[in-house]
């Protein structure tokens, strides 16, 4: 098999395990965040209402969800995308800037769905 070939081969199968180990760590954190007594205490310490933690704990847990089903891996991923991208948004006016691990899960989602959205326009 020539290294051309192989590299044909191994970036799908690394995309497909990014795609899988982000969607569930992302979903471990969205449950938590939305069932925790301490992230609702620590939410609570923004000042905002509990109902915006709820929305972006559920729209979490639906974009990971989506994200982890193959025929809407790209809708989930472009959710996951704006909802990270809130999140930031949300820390950052609160001077919580350690949003590190957002821009790094916002990055992965990007990547995931640029390969996914390459495959699909070569497949029509």
Same mark, same amino acid.
């Given at each position: ?8 081969v191994? /970036?799908?199968?690394?995309?497909r395990i ?7 760590v ?7 965040f939305a ?6 205490h620590?939410?609570?310490k923004?000042?905002l ?18 994200f ?8 989930g991923?472009?959710l ?13 006016l ?6 590190g691990? /957002? ?5 992965a ?9 390459a495959?699909?326009e070569?497949?029509?």
């Amino acid at each position: 098999m020539t290294p051309e070939r192989m590299n044909q081969v191994r /970036l799908p199968a690394a995309l497909r395990i990014l795609q899988w180990v982000l969607g569930l760590v992302i979903l471990e954190e969205s449950l938590r965040f939305a069932f925790s007594p301490e992230a609702a205490h620590a939410f609570a310490k923004t000042g905002l209402p509990n109902f915006i933690r709820l929305s972006l704990a559920w729209a979490e847990i639906a974009a990971s969800i989506l994200f982890l089903i193959p025929r809407a891996t790209v809708v989930g991923g472009r959710l996951l995308i704006v909802v990270l991208g809130a999140a930031i948004v949300v820390h950052i006016l609160h001077g919580w800037f350690d949003v590190g691990v /957002l821009v790094v899960y916002a990055a992965a989602a990007w990547a995931v769905v640029a390969k996914q959205s390459a495959a699909t326009e070569q497949r029509t």
